[in-house]
Structures are given as structure tokens and as C-alpha cells.
């Protein structure tokens, strides 16, 4: 019985303790919300937004939109510029925060509200940015969940504390130290300089290809230099976080050099091939190739390993770069996009060759796509010509030129066989086809012989 009353005793002090704590908690917050100082910065907060949107929104009525950036270089940046501003509005704010968070620590003002206002802005901006940067379903939920509490953290003076305890867990090998703090700040900034080099290259692979001043040639030149770039900026950043003293790998380097040279000879030729290749212009985007061993289609792009051609059935051949060096490659339009075809066909020997030829011409010059008229050349006109005698009737063949390739939906061969076909129908000239003879021998005929008169 005593035991249940000390209970209920201790219970009802408990109870009291902490309302008696919330009540002070309450009476704290209440004297600082009603305080001047909360006043005075709540006034500063206010007046910090004002400024900042009047500014933002001066600066947007300024700069004209752009929609086109590849228009000229100029248009570029201003199409740059017109992204900026979507953010200038929350940029000034913070930027006015933290000068008014420098001024209150010097002059020793308490601005515990101006740093929580601060601390809030730059949660939803950094979210907005994610939100409106970000593609990737995963690389955003890391940014989320990972970056913003890690933001977090260190604005609110915790995060040095977290590492400091992290540092001290720490498992050696050999010589080398490796600590848990070592490992999540390669993983972190790892993804992030993962995203922010495939951001920037596909960025930087757009607004270059975008200079409608430049040829196509030095448009994948300096995509490629761009690329090049970009991974080694990456790659020594990589080791910067690392801790890798990247002056004690000098030699080391210097040896592993030598290995991978050859070791990744193939690497190293396709892309030093590939940078021949676009320097020399031999090849270009939209050049139909026919390669040595048959393969043929039109290039779509260039990788640093291999180029893309594409056929017309709607495959993607990926050939290493070397292959255009080392092997024999036609080039169909790489100076002129007229192409010379023909198509064959017979008559009958007892066919008027001669006005025939003529009929021919005329029918396969009124094709839309052949090229003909009295402005051009004779020799690009159509022609109609013998090849040889075979064994049932002449063999004939027209050449035409046209533009482009004559395949998919350029296709002109074979409405020029059905023209001719239905011309030699019009004009009744017989269209040969292999006839055979048959003899049926009679063992019991009754022989000739030859006699010689005496």
C-alpha cells in the first residue's frame, strides 16, 4: 500500500515537473515573440523580401526572352541569362540574409531569427533547384535525402561534430587509414561530381552543337575537346577528395602510363582516330558510307570509341573509329549529294534501238527526282545505252542522276523499272524472256545416207 502511494507520488512530481517546464518553454517564446529585438528582425526579414523582389522584378522587365539560343552567340548568353533570373529573386534574399547575420554577430545583435529565416531559405531554394535541375529519379531522391540534411547540419554548427565523431572510426590496412567519415565524403561528392559532369555534358554537347556558324566537322571537335576536358577535370577532382597527394603519383603515373598505353592500345587508336577522323573532315554528320565489309548507313555520331551509323531499316552499326582509317570506306555524299544509278532491262532483237533509246530517255526524265532539263550538263542527263547482246534479246540499261541515296523513302529504282516496263507495253516492244528449243529424235527413222555417183 505505502509502495502505491510513493508511486503515485513520484507520478504526480513527474506531471508537475513537466508542465511546470512547458510552461516555462511557453513564457520563454512568448517574451522572446513579443520581445523588440524579434520585432526589429522580424522587420529586417520583411523588409530584406521586399527589396529583393523589387529588384528581381526590375531585372526581369530589363532582359528581353530568348527562345532560340542557337541563333547566335549573343542569344545564347541572353537565353542564359533569362534561366538566372528565375533565380535571382531567392539569391538576393540570401545574400541579404547573410550580410544582415555578418552585421548582427559584429555588432554582437542576437539574430537567432534572421539565421532560422536564413536556414529555411536555403533548404527551399536548394529543394527548388533539385526540383527543376535534377532528371534523374534516383540522383534527386540522393539530393533530398542525402545533400539537404548534410546543408542542414552544417548551417545549424552540428555537422562538425558528426564528422569529428565519424573520423575516429577508422579501420587500418597496412599504412593506410581509412575512416567512415573518408568513405561518405567520397561517396557523397562522388555522386555529385557524377551528376554535375553529366549535366555539364550534355549541356555543353547542345549549345555547341547549337552554332549554326559552325560546320558540323568543328562542332564534333570541340564537343569532343569539351569531353576530354571535362573527365579530367573530374577525374583529379575525384582524387582531391580522395586525399590522393596527386604530386606523389608523378612516377607511379609516369609507369601506369606506359601500362595502359598497352594495354588499351585498341582504346587509345579508336580515339585518337576519331579526333584524325573530325580534324581531317573525312567524315561528317549525314555522310552515307559504305564500309569494306558491306555495312553501310548514314552517320548519326561520334563517340570517342566508336561512330553510329544508321541504315535504313532502322539499325544503329557501331564502328570503331580505326576501321576508317585502317580499311577501305566509300563515301557517297561526303562532296556532292548527286549520285549517278542505273537499272537494266531487254528487248527483243527486232526492236528499233535507236528510238527506242529515245522513248526510254523521255520517260525516265519525267520523274520528279531523276535530274534532267535543258540546263544540265549532258552528261548528267538520263541516258539510255546497250551492254551487251545476250542470248535472247539486247541487254539495255539507263543511267540517271539524283539527289541523295537511292534506298528508304528515296527510293527511285524501282519506280523507274515500272516507268519502263510500262513504256515498252505502250509502245508494244516485246520484253525478251529464255525460250528453248526441243527436238524429239526417232531411233527407228529411216536413215539418209549419202551416196557417191560412181
Not at 569494306?292 to 553510329?308: I, L, N
Not at 528515296?410 to 515498252?424: A, H, P, S, Y
Amino acid at each position: 500500500m505505502t509502495a502505491t502511494k510513493n508511486t503515485a507520488n513520484t507520478l504526480n512530481i513527474t506531471t508537475e515537473s513537466l508542465a511546470g517546464a512547458i510552461n516555462e518553454y511557453f513564457v520563454v517564446a512568448q517574451d522572446a515573440l513579443t520581445s523588440m529585438g524579434f520585432l526589429i528582425q522580424l522587420s529586417i526579414v520583411l523588409t530584406i523580401y521586399l527589396c529583393s523582389f523589387l529588384i528581381a522584378a526590375k531585372l526581369r522587365r530589363k532582359v528581353t526572352p530568348v527562345k532560340d539560343p542557337s541563333a547566335s552567340p549573343s542569344q545564347a548568353l541572353e537565353f542564359v541569362v533569362n534561366k538566372l533570373l528565375a533565380v535571382v529573386f531567392p539569391m538576393l534574399a540570401i545574400s541579404f540574409l547573410t550580410l544582415s547575420l555578418l552585421l548582427g554577430e559584429q555588432y554582437k545583435i542576437d539574430t537567432w531569427l534572421i539565421n532560422a529565416v536564413l536556414i529555411i531559405a536555403v533548404l527551399l531554394f536548394l529543394n527548388t533547384v533539385i526540383r527543376a535541375v535534377v532528371d534523374g529519379e534516383h540522383i534527386a531522391a540522393f539530393m533530398r535525402w542525402v545533400v539537404l540534411p548534410l546543408v542542414f547540419l552544417h548551417m545549424v554548427g552540428i555537422l562538425p561534430h558528426i564528422i569529428a565523431v565519424l573520423e575516429t572510426i577508422a579501420i587500418t590496412v597496412g599504412n593506410v587509414e581509412i575512416s567512415f567519415y573518408g568513405i561518405g565524403r567520397v561517396l557523397v561528392f562522388g555522386v555529385i561530381l557524377f551528376w554535375l559532369g553529366k549535366a555539364f555534358r550534355m549541356t555543353g554537347k547542345k549549345l555547341i552543337r547549337n552554332q549554326k556558324k559552325l560546320d558540323v566537322t568543328t562542332k564534333e571537335v570541340f564537343t569532343k575537346v569539351f569531353e576530354v576536358a571535362l573527365f579530367c577535370v573530374g577525374f583529379l577532382l575525384l582524387l582531391n577528395i580522395m586525399g590522393i597527394n596527386l604530386t606523389a603519383l608523378a612516377v607511379f603515373g609516369g609507369a601506369l602510363g606506359v601500362g595502359l598505353g598497352l594495354g588499351l592500345q585498341t582504346i587509345a587508336s579508336n580515339f585518337i582516330s576519331g579526333i584524325i577522323i573530325l580534324v581531317d573532315r573525312s567524315l561528317t554528320i549525314g555522310d552515307f558510307i559504305e564500309l569494306e565489309d558491306g555495312s553501310k548507313g548514314f552517320v548519326r555520331e561520334f563517340r570517342m570509341r566508336y561512330t553510329v551509323l544508321e541504315t535504313y531499316d532502322g539499325k544503329d552499326i557501331l564502328v570503331p573509329n580505326e576501321k576508317f582509317i585502317n580499311s577501305l570506306m566509300t563515301n557517297w555524299t561526303h562532296k556532292d549529294p548527286k549520285q549517278r544509278y542505273r537499272i537494266d532491262f531487254s528487248v527483243a532483237y527486232k526492236t528499233d534501238i535507236r528510238a527506242m533509246c529515245e522513248i526510254i530517255k523521255e520517260a525516265v526524265a519525267e520523274h520528279p527526282q531523276v535530274i534532267s532539263g535543258e540546263d544540265i550538263p549532258f552528261e548528267e542527263c538520263p541516258d539510255c545505252e546497250i551492254d551487251s547482246f545476250g542470248d535472247f534479246g539486247v541487254n539495255m540499261f539507263v543511267e540517271f542522276w539524283m539527289f541523295g541515296i537511292d534506298d528508304g523513302k528515296n527510293r527511285v529504282g524501282g519506280d523507274l523499272l515500272l516507268i519502263v516496263f510500262e513504256t515498252l507495253r505502250e509502245h508494244n516492244i516485246e520484253i525478251p524472256f529464255p525460250q528453248r528449243e526441243v527436238r524429239i529424235l526417232d531411233d527407228n527413222a529411216p536413215s539418209i545416207r549419202n551416196t557417191t555417183p560412181k
